[in-house]
């Protein structure tokens, strides 16, 4: 396949993909048809089953490229010379934010917990945030920075469910403008129990800085298609 029937495939699959998800957001699963996405998008309903064979294929594309792997945000953690505590309340901020205002995301969580009426495996996103939240918490305890009784693994599991319901509820009853507050709160409240020299404060004040430093520079999204079928090589750039 040439160069421009490649690029044509992946904008039209872009542009199928930020459909489903505006739908999905706004509508949620069962309330959002093929021919729905095809008029948002613009293109054929065609196209649609052409790139992701199904809606549950164009459905598992949208979880996956924003609510369930976060590969754009995890290559900013690895920064050593910032303290791990740091980090990983720094990427509470920025994912809090992403539920909130970015409709890929916000799809993708709509349609994890309306995960029962789609038939097709949604991936588990919480597996991968709390893997990364027990490693900032070992390298926080390696460095001396975490109360004695803390263990990282256990803590990552219950400091990730209650994020989540954290987002979750406060949405639900005051509205997503809100969120980054309540955040605060519970970051304040958290910290407490985490840190050996207990300062959460500074913490969340640096965190909250570095996420709105990030939320400035936002990168170029990357499409993740699934479910597509057919000969690439002779159909990829129908549209």
Not at 156 to 185: I, M, N, Q, S, Y
Request: charged residues 25%; contains cysteine.
């Amino acid at each position: 396949m040439d160069s421009t029937l490649q690029e044509r495939a992946r904008a039209t699959r872009r542009s199928l993909l930020e459909a489903a998800a505006c739908l999905f957001a706004e509508q949620g699963y069962a309330g959002t048809s093929v021919n729905d996405i095809s008029a948002r998008s613009g293109r054929t309903s065609g196209s649609v089953y052409f790139h992701y064979a199904s809606k549950e294929g164009i459905a598992l594309a949208v979880v996956q490229d924003r609510f369930a792997t976060w590969s754009g945000l995890a290559a900013r953690y690895t920064d050593r010379a910032v303290p791990p505590l740091e980090r990983l309340v720094t990427l509470s901020y920025e994912i809090a934010r992403a539920l909130a205002e970015d409709t890929l995301t916000r799809a993708g969580a709509r349609l994890w917990a309306e995960r029962d009426t789609i038939d097709a495996p949604l991936p588990d996103p919480f597996a991968q945030w709390t893997a990364a939240a027990t490693r900032l918490l070992a390298q926080a305890r390696a460095a001396g920075h975490l109360a004695h009784d803390v263990r990282p693994a256990a803590t990552a599991r219950t400091l990730v469910r209650a994020f989540f319901g954290l987002c979750t509820l406060t949405e639900a009853l005051e509205g997503p403008h809100t969120v980054t507050e309540r955040l605060t709160d519970w970051w304040h409240l958290t910290l407490l129990s985490l840190q050996r020299d207990s300062d959460p404060a500074q913490v969340v004040k640096k965190a909250r800085a570095a996420a709105t430093r990030q939320a400035a520079r936002k990168p170029a999204d990357s499409v993740r298609p699934a479910g597509s079928s057919g000969p690439a090589q002779v159909r990829a750039a129908r549209d």
